[in-house]
C-alpha cells in the first residue's frame, strides 16, 4: 500500500529522498491518547516497504488536550537512520516494517 501524497513531506536522509505523512485527524484512539501517536515512511520514488513509527508521545490533536511535542524532520530522520540499521529495506515489497518508540508513554485513564 503506498503512502497518500497529499499530506506527506519531502525528507532526504543520507542522500536517499523519502516520503512521510503523520495521519491529521487521530484514530479514536489516539484522539483518547489511550494510543502514541505514529507515523509513515516510504521511499520517495521506488515505494516498496513502508515504515511505521510508533513514536511515545500522544497525537498532537489528541481531544483531551494533552501536551504533546510536534514530529518534526529531525526525529523522521533519526528514525529512518535506525530502522535502515535494524533492517528496514525501502525498496522491497513486502509487509510494513514497524519501529516501535513508545517507550514512556503513558496512556491516558
Known sequence: MALLRKGSRR???????????????????????????????????????????????PHPSNWFGREATPVLPSGVAQAIQLALREGWTPTAPGSPFRLDQSAGFTPSP
Do not use: K, S
Not at 23 to 50: I, K, N, S
Open 11 to 57: 525528507i532526504v536522509v543520507d542522500g536517499t529522498a523519502y516520503r512521510w505523512r503523520l495521519r491529521g485527524r487521530p484514530t479514536y484512539f489516539q484522539g483518547l491518547a489511550w494510543t502514541p501517536c505514529t507515523f509513515a515512511v516510504e521511499h520517495a520514488d521506488t515505494p516498496g516497504m513502508m515504515l511505521v513509527v510508533t513514536t511515545n508521545q
